[in-house]
């Protein structure tokens, strides 16, 4: 399942840029958000953003967003980690 948002025109032209430039900030923006809301593990947040969990990390540490990391976090991240072998 996938869920598709109706973003205005407006909105990639108030970021200045292209309409697929806008869909890969956008998610990456949902992805950082979500993740500080510890609403998705780094896995998870790294895959909706569409990168690599190590990319995404750089992310999260130029915007200083502290990890919150447990047993549930690294359970989903060996998952996503097996899965994408």
């Known amino acids: 399942m996938s869920i598709t948002l109706d973003i205005p025109n407006n909105i990639h032209e108030a970021l200045h840029v292209t309409p697929a430039e806008a869909e890969a900030r956008l998610k ?7 993740y500080a809301q510890k609403a998705l593990s780094q ?3 790294a895959e909706l953003a569409g990168m690599g969990v190590l990319d995404f990390n750089d992310i999260l540490a130029e915007r ?3 990890m919150h990391y447990g047993e549930k976090e690294l359970a989903e991240d060996l998952a996503y ?5």
Do not use: N, W
């Open 81 to 85: 980690a097996r899965s994408h072998q």
């Open 43 to 45: 896995g998870k947040a």
């Open 64 to 66: 200083q967003i502290p």
């Open 28 to 34: 990456l923006e949902l992805a950082v958000s979500l």
